[in-house]
């Protein structure tokens, strides 16, 4: 048999510079991390992450050794093909063509930032001579996998404990992915290349947790968007299918010029705005998040894209107050607004009145993570729709919502708030409000921030525009004073 240390004789004239040598063998190994498996168009995918202390041992170590991934696999109850208790130079006899598929070298360079790396088994790999061979429809496949460092010194392993075993087919299905939350507080900044002298965009932004913990699954990407002034989006003029992405990470260097999106980048004569979005792209597997807030930089990196006359004097002063989320910057303020984008406003407004910091509490919903949303709950200012367990986030704000959620946002800001509807009659369109809102909807009446359509009707569920809704907090803030207090 050929001995598995001749994986490093024979290939160390080909080992690129990034594969891992140490000076000497470490003591122990952490096995692989969060194993998982999808099915991709004829191939079984084995994804995993590099522990940390694996990753620091890599840089701390140098000469005389090489870093292996080892994997074993069975079929339903079948037994296990590489079950030595550790990693021996006869584990693996590498001048099989099926055993040399299951042992590799780990390179230095991994597949995003957060160490992931992946693998692909096809139906040869199993000793099979079609895909239809594999059938997961009745086959249950089980992976593991472990670290080995071999020692070029004393010719023998340290080997790490198998990883959990993980299994796809059969009475384990194939799980696939539904959805992706949004990237949030995407931030923007202007930076040259000395060896060109060309202006880059450097973005950062938050990862979701659950986007985080969608990436040890699947392979996540990073979609950049831009456009300049009031130009179309990337995203507008060009398909998926040839919009480039990178690999996931929490920052970017967005080159825009050697992209060919933009000739040049001046600030001083132009905005930009960007925004970004995720994307789970393998072939009839297509999940995008939705986008991200939009970051601006330039002439008018405070402003918005569009807006209507009447509303520019409110919009401008809601910049003031500092109440214009990130989100919101640079987009057109005529459209209508969601569920999500009002209550990210109206914590801000919060803040901004109380001087108090909103925080996150026990409320939960099955249909969104968004802290703001969780922080506005928080406080009170909204309690979800039907049962109060989902939220709808992307949900076109109704204006009697609207109502409803900006007296909400007063009561949270001024505890002891009369909701006083003295003498304001009915709307001719009342029986079309729901009963929690006409309270309310009387109540802004009565102070002059909205009176509907000027004709005695509400149009409780229309829906609300940006501008429109920003305006009405905007009025709600400058009438404060005439509000009725309790003790």
């Known amino acids: 048999m050929k001995k598995l240390v001749l994986l490093f004789l024979t290939i160390c004239l080909l080992i690129p510079a990034g594969i891992v040598a140490f000076a000497d063998a470490p003591a122990t190994l952490e096995a692989p991390q969060f194993p998982s498996l999808r099915w991709v168009s004829g191939a079984i995918m084995y994804r995993y992450t590099i522990p940390q202390s694996v990753v620091d041992a890599m840089e701390r170590y140098s000469g005389h050794g090489d870093l292996i991934v080892c994997v074993d696999y069975k079929v339903n109850d079948g037994p ?18 099926i055993d ?8 230095n360079t991994f597949m995003d930032d957060n160490n992931v790396q992946e693998e692909n088994f096809v139906c040869w790999d199993f000793g099979y001579s079609s895909e239809e061979e594999i059938n997961l429809s009745k086959n249950k496949y089980t992976f593991r996998a472990r670290f080995a460092f071999y020692d070029y010194d004393k010719g023998e392993y340290v080997t790490s404990p198998w990883s959990e075993e993980v299994s796809i087919g059969g009475s384990a299905g194939v799980q696939t992915l539904k959805s992706l939350e949004a990237p949030a507080d995407i931030k923007v900044e202007v930076k040259v290349r000395q060896e060109t002298g060309l202006p880059y965009f450097y973005l950062t932004w938050t990862n979701p947790k659950s986007v985080i913990e969608a ?3 699947y392979p996540i990407k990073v979609k950049v968007d831009m456009k300049v002034g009031d130009g179309k989006w990337i995203s507008e003029t060009i398909s998926h299918d040839w919009w480039s992405s990178d690999p996931f990470t929490n920052q970017l260097e967005f080159d825009a010029i050697v992209k060919e999106y933009v000739d040049r980048i001046e600030v001083e004569k132009n905005t930009y705005y960007l925004r970004i979005m995720y994307a789970y792209e393998e072939y009839e597997n297509l999940v995008y998040s939705p ?17 209507s006359p009447w509303a520019e004097t409110h919009l401008e002063k809601a910049w003031d107050l500092g109440i214009i989320t990130d989100r919101l910057t640079g987009e057109d303020m005529t459209l209508p607004i969601t569920r999500e984008e009002f209550a990210e406003i109206a914590v801000k407004f919060y803040e ?21 949303i969780l922080k506005a709950a928080n406080v009170n200012i909204t309690a979800g729709v039907g049962d109060g367990t989902r939220f709808e986030p992307n949900g076109l704000l109704q204006r009697q919502q609207m109502a ?12 002891n708030i009369i909701i006083d509807i003295s003498g304001q009659p009915d709307f001719k369109d009342q029986a079309q409000f729901a009963d929690y809102a006409i309270e309310r909807a009387k109540f802004m009446a009565k102070y002059n921030i909205t009176a509907g359509d000027g004709k005695g009707n509400f149009l409780p569920t229309a829906t609300c525009t940006r501008q429109e809704a920003i305006t009405f907090l905007v009025k709600a ?5 005439t509000y009725k207090f309790g003790d």
């Open 215 to 217: 990436n040890k699954k």
């Open 100 to 107: 040399s598929q299951f042992v590799w070298l780990v390179g």
């Open 404 to 415: 409803t959620m900006i007296v909400k946002t007063l009561q949270a800001c001024y505890p």
């Open 352 to 372: 901004m009145l109380t001087g108090k910091k909103a925080t996150v509490g026990d409320k939960k919903f099955l249909d969104t993570n968004n802290p703001e």
């Open 80 to 97: 296990w093909h590489y079950d030595d208790p550790v990693v021996t130079e006869d584990t693996y006899d590498i001048g099989d063509g």
């Open 477 to 481: 803030y400058d009438v404060r004073n």
């Open 291 to 307: 986008f991200s807030n939009t970051a601006a930089i330039g002439v008018e990196e405070f402003f918005y894209s569009k807006a």
